[in-house]
């Protein structure tokens, strides 16, 4: 082949070559776009159904509630929510309106919005979360030592005994092992069992099975989608500040006194340690691998419902109630081996699930419905 053919044929394979590279580079730049896109498609919908979901929480224990939430941070993006009275095929209907934006006051700025709208002839019924089954409720072995009372009898925010109302002092799918001075208390069948050494038998259950399964979430033990919290939505609402809730993954992050609903999401095998808990409304210590810590809670009175994946040595006051969700304790699941009292409070986490939404009727509907929901 002369040489003038073959710079030719040359001169050929390389623009062709650059062609295919240019093409190449356009297809993968088109699909990290699109992947992109996805992502923040899929993004901003979950914000503006998170917005809708954290008014139904609220307006589940306060029908009069129309204020919504002006625009704030969630999830990475923005969301505002308002509400208004309005009638639909001969029904009295709440109508919800979540407004999501995400790259907001830019020009990548995106919104979508989600609607849905609530039979508002509802009445309302006293809740208590499923999973609390006593004073302590457990998906584990519990060991108490030290002088650590708990105490299932019924007591009011300043732990005065309510007379024969209350629930066992401990619930667990395995054993109990009660050593030291600790004593256990309880109520069963409208009688109530002061704490002693050993336990009256009627103030234990072990080796218990819960129904369906123990749950492995915050919001599966609230009671799930069933009770008005599906997936998520305790996250979300300690993530939106509402009435003073914290997201943290560092408890030293926290403010104090706690209020609403705490959230502290801990790497896996992380601990809190020692622990100040002084406040109340919803405190969670979790995991997806169901292995957070929290240690030597050593201060501050709570009062309200701690979900923990896994509690060792309080030494404090908690009025209200307390559930561990680890089958696998790290170290055998002494929940406490000093001077410490778990006083059940029926009160106290009421007023728990209603702060996790603002509110404070001391009251849960059972039976807001939806009845359309549209989004775009």
């Not at 208590?128 to 030290?146: D, E, V, Y």
């Not at 696998?328 to 001077?339: D, H, M, T, V």
Request: charged share 10%; aromatic share 6%.
């Amino acid at each position: 082949m002369p040489g003038k053919a073959i710079i030719i044929l040359l001169a050929g394979m390389i623009a062709l070559a650059g062609i295919t590279v240019g093409n190449i580079y356009e297809r993968g730049s088109d699909l990290a776009a699109a992947s992109v896109n996805t992502y923040d498609n899929n993004q901003i919908k979950n914000i503006a159904e998170a917005g809708v979901q954290m008014a139904l929480r609220k307006i589940t224990v306060d029908t009069a509630w129309r204020t919504g939430f002006p625009l704030m941070n969630l999830m990475r993006g923005k969301v505002s929510v308002r509400l208004k009275d309005t009638t639909a095929l001969s029904m009295n209907l709440i109508k919800i309106e979540a407004f999501a934006f995400t790259s907001y006051g830019t020009s990548a700025q995106k919104s979508y919005t989600a609607i849905c709208y609530v039979n508002r002839n509802a009445t309302s019924t006293a809740m208590l979360p499923p999973a609390i089954k006593g004073a302590i409720s457990a998906n584990n072995s519990i060991q108490t030592l030290g002088n650590l009372e708990v105490d299932g009898r019924d007591h009011d925010l300043a732990g005065t005994l309510i007379a024969n109302s209350g629930t066992l002092g401990v619930w667990t799918t395995s054993t109990l092992n009660q050593s030291g001075a600790s004593k256990i208390g309880g109520t069963k069948t409208g009688v109530d069992y002061a704490p002693s050494k050993p336990a009256n038998l009627n103030t234990i259950a072990t080796l218990q099975t819960y129904p369906g399964g123990y749950p492995a979430s915050p919001d599966s033990i609230m009671g799930g989608p069933a009770n008005g919290y599906p997936e998520g939505t305790l996250k979300a609402v300690a993530m939106s500040g509402a009435g003073g809730s914290q997201y943290v993954t560092n408890p030293a992050s926290l403010t104090y006194p706690l209020r609403g609903v705490t959230y502290v999401e801990l790497p896996s095998g992380g601990s809190w340690t020692p622990a100040n808990i002084d406040g109340t409304g919803i405190l969670v210590v979790h995991n997806t691998a169901l292995n957070a810590e929290m240690k030597n809670v050593n201060s501050g009175t709570f009062k309200g419902v701690l979900i923990a994946d896994d509690i060792i040595h309080i030494h404090n006051t908690i009025i209200g109630a307390v559930i561990s969700m680890s089958p696998l304790p790290s170290a055998g699941n002494c929940i406490g081996n000093g001077s410490g009292d778990i006083l059940y409070s029926s009160e106290a986490i009421r007023n728990a699930v209603n702060a996790g939404t603002g509110a404070g009727t001391g009251v849960v509907s059972s039976s807001l419905k939806v009845v359309y929901w549209w989004e775009q």
